[in-house]
């Protein structure tokens, strides 16, 4: 069983903080995807990636995959009240019906007060 | 949510009791996914569907069964619903991707 290290589980900080978000695997994963979760909701796509070293930005957020594939990280700078939320990191392989067979982390819930 | 609708949202039961979970899309993807979320454990695969009467079993699938007669609905059951399968339930669709568009959920109780 893949399995998939998020941390921190619990972030509390003030409005402007910047904050980071990890996720780590002994295993090797075809690609990776941030998903946010609000309250009563289910997960939202935040970004996929998919090659060893790729970053990619949203607005202030940034994310990383590792060299090697089995780790990533979610980077939001300056964060704002409108960032709280669950955030879900899953590790998908590739290949017929390996798609979206999905590991995912336990979550970060991440509060951001004003 | 993309064109996905789940119901009922909120159930609660009984145990012994028999449930069933409805997911209807609107997207006409082929492939349909059912996973639980526990605090702690993030999301676990349950069952999942590449196609009409294609179904196959996930990480969790001990106590569930799926059936999926049209591409558009894709039934999760528990024959007897026990405390431990309290949880909130997401179906999922994609394309043939990781990729996933998820419902809503279904919040189950079982008393």
């Known amino acids: 069983t893949q399995l998939l290290e998020q941390s921190p589980q619990f972030l509390s900080i003030q409005e402007g903080e910047n904050l980071t978000v990890y996720c780590n695997s002994s295993?090797?994963?075809?690609?990776l995807q941030w998903y946010r979760q609000e309250p009563g909701e289910g997960p939202v796509l935040l970004v996929t990636?998919?090659?060893?070293?790729e970053v990619k930005k949203l607005k202030r957020l940034t994310f990383q995959f590792g060299d090697a594939r089995k780790d990533s990280s979610l980077h939001i700078t300056a964060a704002q009240p409108g960032d709280t939320g669950l955030y879900l990191c899953?590790?998908?392989?590739?290949?017929?019906?390996?798609?979206?067979?999905?590991?995912f982390g336990q979550g970060t819930i991440l509060t951001v007060h004003p | 949510d993309a064109g996905i609708t789940q119901s009922p949202r909120h159930k609660v039961t009984e145990t012994g009791t028999p449930v069933t979970l409805r997911c209807h899309q609107t997207?006409?993807?082929?492939?349909m996914y059912w996973y639980r979320q526990d605090p702690g454990h993030g999301l676990r695969l349950i069952h999942y569907?590449?196609?009409?009467?294609?179904?196959d079993k996930g990480e969790v699938s001990d106590g569930y069964s799926v059936s999926r007669s049209k591409t558009e609905d894709f039934l999760l059951t528990l024959e007897s619903a026990t405390s431990s399968q309290t949880s909130v339930y997401f179906c999922?669709?994609?394309?043939?991707?990781?990729?996933?568009?998820f419902g809503a959920g279904s919040r189950l109780t079982v008393l």
């Open positions: 569907s590449y196609g009409v009467k294609d179904t």
């Open positions: 990636v998919v090659t060893g070293g």
């Open positions: 295993s090797v994963f075809s690609s």
């Open positions: 899953a590790g998908g392989r590739a290949g017929g019906t390996s798609y979206g067979k999905l590991t």
């Open positions: 997207e006409n993807h082929r492939y």
């Open positions: 999922a669709i994609s394309e043939g991707t990781n990729v996933l568009t």
